[in-house]
């Protein structure tokens, strides 16, 4: 079955720094999607990259990239020069489609909490 | 454009209980979903559909039942609410493309927080 581990439950980032939040995936699918979302602590759920399974380079939005290694099963998510507004939680995602239809399976995620 | 919208936003209710939630879209998505959201364990998928009419059991849908009457409309029941069912819902949709598509990406409601005493 699909599954998405995200190991770290928290991080600490300084101010301007970049993180790197880890996740891992599983599927025997080799068409799949891969995404990343944050959510404040206001609770939406906000879309921030994403990741095709046959894509050659890794996918790129402003200050987040996301670190695909297909060999590994990872999908590792780098936010650049930190700022105290990334403080949240961090869901990595995938899109499962073993069945035939298109339902996403998320991770327990990373809250994120950036120090200034 | 008001995109996925949930109501209602707080709920309490009583051990055995029952209710429903409603998720409503506006654009056009063939595709929708009910997750759940308890700490420390993500968003788990209660059940989604595929289009009007249809709906599959997601990965935790023991004590739910939906309903697709309407494509835009994707109801959440809750027949005997029972404490564990304490969570956040959010409900969320998305259209139809390839799977290699940024346009899988989905459109989520505020959720709806539901207590059960």
């Known amino acids: 079955a699909q599954k998405i581990t995200q190991t770290q439950p928290g991080m600490f980032v300084q101010e301007k720094e970049a993180v790197t939040l880890d996740c891992t995936y599983d599927t025997s699918d080799q068409s799949y999607g891969l995404f990343w979302y944050k959510q404040p602590s206001s609770g939406e759920m906000i879309f921030l990259i994403y990741q095709g399974s046959y894509d050659e380079q890794n996918a790129t939005e402003g200050r987040y990239s996301l670190n695909f290694q297909k060999a590994r099963k990872s999908a590792n998510l780098v936010i650049s020069a930190s700022q105290l507004g990334d403080s949240a939680m961090y869901f990595c995602?995938?899109?499962?489609?073993?069945?035939?239809?298109?339902?996403?399976?998320f991770g327990a995620g990373t809250r994120l909490f950036v120090k200034a | 454009n008001a995109g996925v919208t949930q109501t209602p936003k707080f709920r309490v209710l009583k051990t055995g209980q029952s209710m429903t939630l409603l998720c409503a879209q506006d654009?056009?998505?063939?595709?929708m979903y009910w997750y759940r959201q308890d700490p420390g364990m993500g968003l788990r998928l209660i059940h989604y559909s595929v289009g009007e009419g249809t709906t599959a059991k997601g990965e935790v849908p023991d004590g739910y039942n939906v309903s697709r009457l309407k494509k835009q409309n994707f109801l959440l029941g809750l027949e005997s609410a029972a404490p564990s069912q304490t969570s956040v819902y959010f409900c969320a949709s998305n259209g139809l493309s390839g799977v290699n598509s940024g346009a899988n990406v989905l459109t989520f409601g505020a959720g709806s927080r539901l207590t059960v005493l």
């Open positions: 654009m056009n998505h063939e595709y």
């Open positions: 995602a995938m899109r499962d489609t073993n069945t035939g239809g298109f339902k996403t399976i």
